[in-house]
């Protein structure tokens, strides 16, 4: 079985600091990790993905993630906010393959960014 | 390009009334998904498909059912729609394989009273 939890439902930020959004995952597989954004009333568009390559991913938008296998963790973080960042972000696990591509959510984190 | 189109955007239904959701994908992928999003839940699938002609259930299949008669369409249906089937439902498709990323449709809205 896999699962994901991202650890903070919510996350307020200024604009101009960091955005960290922590994600934890677990997986039977060596697994493939993604990073979602669902801007309001909009469908998920991808940020980033893992796939065994580099540990370090970077993504659209100056976002990036770091792999860490230790930690099970798939964190996702940007140096400086932006006001366009304010979203819902979803890490997502793929790693079962009798269902073949089958994504694993996790409850999402919604970021607010203050002026 | 279109990528993948769903159709209706939203919809109310009355209790115990049938509906199908529309998706079509024109990107020839092999693989096809409905998500239902509910607040808190993050996404949950439905359905998939792994190649057209097969289908499968995902997490929460109770009460849907699905069709895959060609590569590019994966309707779903609800038989007699119930409450608590009041989501947004997304589609989605992806190449197929365990790293390749989803692509997903803008959502339907559905509200069933």
């Known amino acids: 079985a896999q699962s994901v939890t991202q650890l903070d439902s919510h996350v307020s930020v200024s604009e101009g600091t960091p955005v960290l959004l922590r994600c934890n995952y677990s997986s039977s597989y060596s697994p493939s990790l993604f990073w979602y954004v669902q801007h309001p009333n909009k469908g998920l568009q991808l940020l980033l993905k893992y796939t065994s390559a580099a540990t370090l991913v970077k993504g659209i938008n100056g976002f990036e993630a770091e792999f860490k296998k230790s930690e099970t963790s798939f964190h996702l973080t940007k140096p400086s906010a932006h006001m366009s960042d304010a979203a819902e972000y979803f890490c997502v696990v793929s790693g079962v393959k009798a269902a073949g591509n089958k994504l694993t959510f996790g409850g999402g984190t919604r970021v607010l960014v203050k002026p | 390009t279109a990528g993948i189109t769903q159709a209706p955007t939203s919809q109310i239904l009355a209790a115990g009334r049938s509906m199908t959701l529309r998706c079509t994908q024109d990107m020839r992928h092999n693989a096809m998904y409905w998500y239902r999003q509910d607040l808190g839940l993050g996404l949950r699938l439905i359905h998939y498909?792994?190649?057209?002609?097969?289908?499968g259930k995902g997490e929460v299949p109770d009460g849907y059912s699905v069709s895959r008669a060609n590569t590019d369409d994966f309707p779903l249906t609800l038989a007699s729609a119930v409450p608590s089937q009041t989501s947004v439902y997304f589609c989605?498709?992806?190449?197929?394989?365990?790293?390749?990323?989803?692509?997903f449709g803008q959502g339907t809205r559905l509200t069933v009273v």
């Open positions: 498909s792994n190649t057209a002609g097969t289908t």
């Open positions: 989605a498709s992806s190449v197929g394989g365990l790293s390749t990323e989803a692509f």
